[in-house]
């Protein structure tokens, strides 16, 4: 099998995912506003067209017609049995919470620009700000754009960053390790989230799980800068591997970013804060869809999304179609929100990301990756003493 087929062989599988993971999501989903009626032969759901202070207008077939609110049959708690679709999760949006949500996601981007450019760094790999921001970015961007191979950011940061530098190895390890520190970054948030939250216990086992993969990250950092790991490694069967130059350059770069400390810690904080802000403006979307917020449930919010973004994170569907969805569902139906505007928080969340990776349309289109054209790109990487 040739490597396009084999590629298309693994999109088609992802798509296919995909589709099954949304058909699941939304299954149960209405669009229009429903309610149900008493009738003598017990209950029938018709279409809501219109409600006034008297009466409703509904939809039962091809036939409109007004009915008391009477009529209406209740719920177990003696509410009227009226089920929002889809159309009213989106016009009852509050704007001025979803511009608020806008502006509380923008300094994301930065603040994941300064922590690349922090990791190149520590490699030896001089980025300025600026050029960071500008590949960040862009990969961010490509991202939405190249949506079903969902690693076209990935593939554009390591190109990019590549021609800043002949360090081509150490930059795609870099960008694998930096998404690493930014998951970590958003399990130190839902974890904390998770025990600071009410006494839901699903709650309890995220926060156990959020420790357990962090304690798996800390493990692995042991494991590669430990000297006794390397003295009982077979070098000599090693040595003998095919490209074991390059596997020996991925080590090292991991290793260096490892026993680089504060480079490391304040990329840490770096990503908690990012993830925090980010989380938030998720829970900002959440009130703009007016959802159940009482008592101590906002920091229910925060791990609920976190824990979502966590699952989007997994690259199983493009920009986690489907997966966000389907944890919505599992997180805030019933208690929290109807189906319709946990689909919504779900767009929303996502359109959040996409609002600021916009400028890196301009970015990519227009080359702007690139180092200047007075330099080469060897003297424009040149690290400073």
């Not at 590629?7 to 699941?24: E, K």
């Not at 669009?31 to 207008?57: I, M, N």
């Not at 360090?167 to 520190?181: C, G, H, M, P, S």
Request: charged share 20%; glycine share 8%; proline share 4%.
């Amino acid at each position: 099998m040739t490597k396009r087929r084999r590629q298309y062989l693994v999109n088609s599988l992802r798509v296919l995912v995909c589709v099954i993971f949304v058909a699941v999501a939304v299954r149960g989903l209405t669009f229009h506003d429903k309610v149900v009626l008493k009738d003598d032969a017990g209950e029938k759901t018709v279409r809501l067209v219109s409600e006034s202070q008297d009466t409703l207008t509904v939809l039962d077939g091809n036939e409109e017609f007004e009915v008391q609110y009477d009529r209406l049959a209740l719920d177990t708690e003696g509410n009227p049995r009226i089920e929002r679709g889809l159309s009213t999760a989106f016009r009852r949006s509050s704007p001025r919470h979803l511009l608020l949500a806008i502006l509380l996601f923008a300094p994301v981007p930065l603040l994941q620009s300064f922590r690349f450019q922090l990791m190149l760094r520590a490699q030896e790999i001089r980025l300025t700000f600026w050029e960071a921001i500008k590949i960040s970015v862009g990969g961010n961007f490509l991202n939405f754009v190249f949506m079903i191979g969902s690693t076209a950011g990935d593939v554009f940061k390591a190109y990019s960053t590549a021609l800043h530098t002949e360090r081509k190895t150490e930059a795609v390890t870099t960008i694998l390790l930096d998404r690493i520190v930014g998951l970590s970054g958003l399990l130190v948030v839902a974890g904390i989230m998770s025990f600071t939250g009410s006494d839901d216990p699903t709650l309890a086992q995220l926060g156990i799980f959020s420790l357990a993969v962090l304690g798996g990250f800390l493990v692995f950092a042991v494991l590669m800068t430990s000297r006794r790991v390397r003295s009982i490694a077979p070098h000599g069967l090693i040595s003998r591997l095919p490209g074991i130059e390059y596997v020996k350059r991925i080590y090292g770069a991991t290793e260096r970013i490892i026993r680089h400390r504060p480079t490391l810690v304040i990329c840490l904080l770096l990503a908690v804060a990012l993830q925090f802000l980010a989380v938030g403006a998720g829970v900002v979307c959440a009130l703009a869809l007016h959802m159940d917020f009482t008592g101590a449930k906002v920091w229910d919010y925060f791990a609920y999304i976190g824990c979502g973004h966590v699952v989007a994170a997994i690259p199983i569907a493009p920009l986690g179609l489907g997966t966000m969805e389907l944890a919505y569902k599992h997180f805030f139906l019933g208690d929290y929100g109807t189906l319709p505007q946990l689909l919504c928080l779900a767009l929303w969340v996502r359109l959040l990301q996409l609002v600021w990776s916009l400028p890196g349309a301009f970015f990519t289109l227009l080359g702007q990756y690139r180092p200047k054209q007075c330099e080469s790109p060897m003297e424009a990487a040149t690290p400073t003493e």
